[in-house]
């Protein structure tokens, strides 16, 4: 079975600090990995993902994330965080099996604070 | 191009009504879902369909039944709602091309409330 965990229910930052939103998971076989982002009252919007190749993979909005497998970690980051980065942010996973869905985090909530 | 689209946005049942949740997607995606978000829970998926004319349970199907119409469409359907259905449900769609699976693409959201 394949599991993903944030361990923050909220990180707090102040506007141009950098931010760190953690993912850490669990599968059998070789991982692909999503962050998403929810706004309030909105559906999810797909920021970055990683499916092979390169470990530091660069989404949308300047957000970008570390694949680590040694550690099994695959964090989200951002060198200068906005006020209209506060959001609800969820990790996902999936492997190659046929049912192809995600399995999600319980999700982070960033609040950024001018 | 409107990707993904859900009906209603918002709905409350009383217990034992019935009800169907609609989703519809302009991508050509061959891949459709069913998720729901619970505080605290994140999402959690209900039943997909991979391609057209196959559906299957995920981690949460019992009380929901779907219905995948032709490749564009894929419905959700409580045939007797329960308090614990309260909750707000997501339609999602993608790309799966051979062993790649690509990201998904989610609707606004349908918010119901079983009283």
């Known amino acids: 079975a394949q599991s993903v965990a944030q361990p923050e229910d909220q990180v707090n930052v102040a506007e141009g600090n950098p931010l760190t939103v953690k993912c850490t998971y669990s599968?059998?076989?070789?991982?692909?990995l999503f962050w998403y982002v929810q706004y309030p009252n909105r559906g999810l919007q797909f920021l970055l993902k990683?499916?092979?190749?390169?470990?530091l993979v660069k989404g949308s909005y300047g957000f970008e994330a570390e694949f680590n497998k040694s550690q099994t970690s695959f964090h989200l980051k951002k060198p200068s965080a906005l006020v209209s980065d506060s959001a609800l942010y969820f990790c996902a996973v999936s492997i190659y099996t046929g049912r192809r869905a995600l399995t999600f985090g319980s999700g982070t909530r960033l609040q950024v604070q001018p | 191009n409107a990707g993904v689209t859900q009906t209603p946005k918002f709905q409350v049942l009383k217990t034992g009504q019935s009800m169907t949740l609609q989703c519809a997607q302009d991508?050509?995606?061959?891949?459709m879902y069913w998720y729901r978000q619970d505080p605290g829970m994140g999402l959690r998926l209900i039943y997909y369909?991979?391609?057209?004319?196959?559906?299957d349970k995920g981690e949460v199907p019992n009380g929901y039944n779907v219905s995948r119409l032709n490749k564009r469409e894929f419905s959700l359907r409580l045939e007797s709602a329960a308090p614990s259905q309260t909750s707000v449900y997501f339609c999602?769609?993608?790309?799966?091309?051979?062993?790649?699976?690509?990201?998904?693409?989610f609707g606004p959201g349908t918010r119901l409330t079983v009283t």
């Open positions: 369909s991979a391609s057209e004319g196959t559906t």
């Open positions: 599968v059998s076989g070789n991982p692909y």
């Open positions: 991508m050509n995606h061959n891949s």
């Open positions: 999602a769609s993608s790309e799966v091309v051979t062993s790649r699976t690509y990201e998904q693409y």
């Open positions: 990683y499916i092979t190749g390169d470990n």
